[in-house]
Nanobody
Framework: QVQLVESGGGLVQAGGSLRLSCATSGRTSSSYSMAWFRQGPGKEREFVAAIRRTDGNTWLSDSVKGRFTISRDNAKNTVYLQLNSLKPEDTAVYFC??????????????????WGQGTQVTVSS
């Protein structure tokens, strides 16, 4: 069992940056492949980024590629999502998720076992 706690959300102007953190407890984050999803107002939850446990390989959705970066610090049991060049359409609750083995489709939310409560990111125009 692992617990995930997100932090780092907030209100930022368009073009600004934020860094989200996902701290894991119960088991070390290095035991899991991790991902970030988001859910905007009136929208379905969508995949943002993932990082594989074994080799650190990463995936990003097309909508954030070139602007967001996912990384991990196993010593701190924390996964990060760096958000740059933010746009109003990035406004959403951002969720951290964990799984033992990444699903074949890394963006499939049902493939993740554990979820955090989310952190709100609001981008003003």
């Amino acid at each position: 069992q692992v617990q995930l706690v997100e932090s780092g959300g907030g209100l930022v102007q368009a073009g600004g940056s934020l860094r989200l953190s996902c701290a894991t407890s119960g088991r070390t984050s290095s035991s899991y492949s991790m991902a970030w999803f988001r859910q905007g107002p009136g929208k379905e939850r969508e995949f943002v980024a993932a990082i594989r446990r074994t080799d650190g390989n990463t995936w990003l959705s097309d909508s954030v590629k070139g602007r967001f970066t996912i990384s991990r610090d196993n010593a701190k049991n924390t996964v990060y999502l760096q958000l740059n060049s933010l746009k109003p359409e990035d406004t959403a609750v951002y969720f951290c998720a964990a799984t033992g083995v990444l699903p074949p489709r890394v963006g499939e939310s049902s493939g993740y076992l554990y979820w955090g409560q989310g952190t709100q990111v609001t981008v003003s125009s």
